[in-house]
């Protein structure tokens, strides 16, 4: 199994600021992912963090809204830009070694915008 | 576009019960099926994962079974306990727009009464 840590693991920001994610693994795995969970509902992958080129965006979620980096395997960072109230959810980072492998979540990072 | 469906989407039992959680998905070309658990306020637990060609796997009181050509997974615990309150996901993996994704189901909130 994979241990994941994620900082901060809640913050309360303004409106229009940016909030960097960290997402740190205790060992190298293959696959990394961001999910937001917004209040009372499911996870949606936001996208997939590719390591040494762009990320991979889902429908509705663009790289300038939430530009992502993972410069190892090990480690990547997601930035929620020019925050609004309808960004606050909870944002968690995943990670799989491989496709038939179990996928583990981090703790999640609870971010409310004012 | 893979859609997973859960269902009921909140189920209250006495303790000692023996209950069912149903998932359905729309594409059966899945690499696996992973059922998750959300305690409030915190991350997800793994619970299960059943391969795409395996028909069940167990673990204590739970048993996840997968019918893969009706896009259907039950999760069946016995005897639950208050312990078991909790919300439990479904998530499938498949492939899409050139990569690998885990889908979630919106979640079945258990409730177990002493």
């Keep these: 199994s994979a241990v994941i840590s994620q900082k901060p ?19 190298q795995v293959t696959m990394m ?9 499911s996870l949606t992958l936001i996208a ?35 925050m609004s109230p309808e960004d606050s ?5 995943s990670v799989a070694t491989r496709v038939t492998d179990t996928q583990y979540f981090g703790p999640g990072t609870r971010l409310t915008v004012l | 576009k893979q859609e997973v469906t859960q269902i009921p989407a909140a189920l209250s039992v006495p303790e000692g019960e023996n209950l069912v959680l149903n998932c359905s998905f729309t594409d059966s070309a899945i690499y696996n099926l ?42 069946y615990i016995a005897a639950s306990q208050p312990g078991d309150s909790a919300t439990y996901l479904c998530a499938v993996r498949y492939f899409q727009g050139g990569s690998e994704k885990l889908v979630f189901g919106k979640g079945t909130k258990l409730t177990v009464n002493p």
């Design chain 1, 89 to 93: 959810s909870i944002y968690l980072c």
């Design chain 1, 9 to 27: 693991s809640r913050d309360i920001c303004q409106r229009g600021t940016s909030l960097t994610i960290q997402c740190q693994v205790d060992s």
């Design chain 2, 34 to 75: 992973q059922w998750f658990r959300q305690d409030p306020g915190k991350g997800l637990t793994s619970l299960l994962l059943i391969q795409s060609s395996q028909r069940e796997q167990t673990s204590g009181r739970l048993n996840a079974s997968l019918d893969k050509s009706s896009g259907r997974s039950t999760l």
């Design chain 1, 33 to 41: 992912f961001w999910y937001r969970q917004q209040p009372g509902q």
């Design chain 1, 48 to 82: 997939t963090a590719n390591q040494g080129s762009e990320a991979t965006y889902e429908s509705g979620f663009v790289i300038d809204k939430f530009p992502i980096s993972r410069p190892n395997l090990t480690f990547s960072t997601l930035t929620v830009s020019n």
